[in-house]
């Protein structure tokens, strides 16, 4: 059946955007990211938790693309860091380039710079995601999930981006970037939070429909 719902999903990460439009290809979902669009100003992030930000860029996007958007905010809350790197968590290292793997490299060497003297029964950290779905009138739906995990003393697995390849869970025995993707879907603080989204997905086809109707 084809697609009759559109949905801009506000990254240009590869990572975050094959993630979720692998979670919503059985949904009669048309996937966009940003870099299909002409470029426009950057969303502000200037908000004090993930959830501010997320619904930040969601509207931000949504209005000025005049299409319904899809936008997350998430990262790493290390305990032993008092909860760093969190929402500056892709900027962490405050390097600027635009390289993604570059970006990754830096950020994950900052981390285990600072955890060098924690022991590893001491690197508790969470993965923590909100995303916020948006038209461009008013916010549709706000879900998060989150992920507990462990912080290894060097990168282990290849699949993934970002924290991944550092980010150990106890019970699956191996770090995120040593899962297959189907399998991070099914743990991840990114899929739970989209799970919960499509949990009310009937709920927010809904609303969607009749914001339309109102609007037309």
Request: hydrophobic share 35%.
């Amino acid at each position: 059946m084809a697609a009759d719902l559109e949905i801009v999903l506000a990254t240009t990460n590869q990572g975050k955007l094959a993630e979720l439009r692998s979670m919503l290809q059985r949904r009669e979902v048309t996937v966009h990211g940003l870099n299909e669009f002409a470029e426009t100003t950057p969303a502000p992030e200037d908000g004090a938790t993930f959830a501010e930000n997320a619904r930040q860029k969601a509207r931000h996007y949504s209005q000025r693309l005049n299409h319904l958007v899809l936008a997350d905010d998430s990262g790493l809350q290390v305990t032993a860091l008092d909860g760093a790197p969190g929402i500056y968590s892709a900027r962490f290292a405050s390097l600027d380039s635009n390289d993604r793997a570059e970006l990754d490299r830096a950020n994950n060497q900052k981390l285990l710079r600072l955890l060098a003297d924690v022991p590893l029964k001491n690197r508790q950290a969470r993965f923590c995601c909100c995303l916020c779905l948006h038209s461009p009138y008013e916010v549709i739906l706000e879900v998060e999930g989150s992920l507990e995990g462990m912080i290894l003393d060097q990168p282990q697995g290849s699949n993934g981006f970002g924290y991944d390849p550092l980010f150990y869970v106890p019970e699956k025995q191996k770090t995120i970037a040593q899962m297959s993707p189907q399998e991070k879907n099914t743990l991840s603080h990114r899929g739970q939070a989209l799970r919960r989204l499509l949990q009310q997905w009937n709920e927010v086809r809904e609303r969607i429909a009749a914001l339309k109707g109102k609007n037309t």
